[in-house]
């Protein structure tokens, strides 16, 4: 059963898939390479191994669209939920013949990550193809109150678009092939840089460390600089709109004027060094 699932698994870009056919390598089981395959994204993939066509997925995915979970399999997927855990369902001939039970590693510092986004006032949603069950166990772990689960990649991105007919400026962090619509259509598209090539592809910044708290540390950072800019805008003008008035006048001399003029330079370069100071928030 895992020699099926983790050779339809080993052509699809999803994290978990990774990790399912690497977990079937590291067992020793010799790998088949599948032909017809075909990867819906958010549902499951299908190929044929052996001359018959499987299917791994989500349980209509695989069982058809009036399946019936029969021989505890409705328990096993309680189970595994409540403890954040999601349930891969391998079947074929429309018939559900075994289930893989997987879960994401929270990242170490992904309670920091979500902590410093809440510090800069900015409000967190998490939106996710899991289960309710599984996706309320994670987001508690790391401290997200709102959570919209059982998304497709799709609806992902409905949901993005939602929020900013709202009014809301949406950013959205994402390491999946099924967080690439989304990323795209968010005002800001942040992929994790361990993540799918396509959502590498789709996002406005990559964190190329892998380490979510840059999120919060590139949002504070742009504000700072914004900030700055403006700043450096507003003395310029003013100095501009005093002076100039001042030398036509005579009032100034020209040697005081370019002095003043080179002062106001210095000034902004100074200004500006100030962001070399500036500390990750951690």
């Known amino acids: 059963m895992l020699r099926l699932a983790a050779s339809l698994e080993e052509a699809?870009?999803?994290?978990?898939?990774?990790a399912i056919a690497n977990g079937a390598r590291e067992?020793?089981?010799?790998?088949?390479?599948p032909t017809d395959f075909?990867?819906?994204?958010?549902?499951?993939?299908?190929?044929?191994?052996?001359?018959?066509?499987?299917?791994?997925?989500?349980?209509?995915?695989?069982?058809?669209p009036q399946v019936v979970l029969r021989g505890g399999l409705?328990?096993?997927i309680s189970d595994a939920e409540s403890r954040?855990?999601?349930v891969i369902?391998?079947?074929?001939?429309?018939?559900?013949?075994?289930?893989?039970?997987?879960?994401?590693t929270v990242k170490e510092t992904a309670v920091a990550a979500v902590s410093a986004l809440k510090r800069l006032g900015i409000s967190v949603v998490m939106v996710t193809g899991d289960s309710e069950a599984a996706a309320h166990w994670v987001a508690e772990s790391v401290g997200i109150d709102t959570v919209?689960?059982?998304?497709?990649?799709?609806?992902?991105?409905?949901?993005?678009?939602?929020?900013?007919?709202?009014?809301?400026?949406?950013?959205?962090?994402?390491?999946?092939?099924?967080?690439?619509?989304?990323?795209?259509?968010?005002?800001?598209?942040?992929?994790?840089?361990?993540?799918?090539?396509?959502?590498?592809?789709?996002?406005?910044?990559?964190?190329?460390?892998?380490?979510?708290?840059?999120?919060?540390?590139?949002?504070?950072?742009?504000?700072?600089?914004?900030?700055?800019?403006?700043?450096?805008?507003?003395?310029?003008?003013?100095y501009n709109a005093a002076a100039i008035p001042l030398a036509a006048a005579g009032i100034l001399n020209p040697a005081i004027a370019a002095a003043t003029m080179g002062f106001s330079s210095v000034f902004v370069v100074s200004n500006s060094l100030r962001l070399r100071r500036?500390?990750?928030?951690r």
């Not at 500036?278 to 928030?281: E, M, Q, R």
């Open 74 to 76: 409705d328990e096993l």
């Open 84 to 86: 954040g855990a999601s």
């Open 148 to 238: 919209i689960a059982g998304v497709l990649p799709a609806g992902k991105a409905e949901v993005v678009r939602g929020l900013q007919a709202d009014g809301h400026i949406v950013a959205v962090i994402g390491d999946g092939i099924n967080d690439a619509p989304a990323l795209a259509q968010a005002d800001l598209g942040i992929a994790i840089g361990t993540g799918a090539d396509v959502a590498l592809e789709a996002s406005d910044l990559t964190l190329v460390s892998g380490d979510p708290r840059g999120a919060a540390d590139a949002i504070e950072l742009s504000r700072r600089t914004l900030a700055t800019i403006k700043a450096n805008l507003f003395w310029a003008f003013a």
């Open 278 to 281: 500036f500390k990750p928030l």
């Open 38 to 64: 075909l990867n819906e994204a958010g549902i499951g993939v299908v190929g044929k191994i052996d001359g018959r066509e499987i299917r791994v997925g989500r349980a209509d995915w695989c069982g058809g």
């Open 27 to 33: 067992k020793g089981i010799e790998l088949t390479t």
């Open 89 to 104: 369902f391998i079947g074929w001939e429309d018939s559900i013949q075994g289930a893989l039970v997987v879960s994401d």
């Open 12 to 18: 699809s870009e999803h994290p978990i898939a990774r």
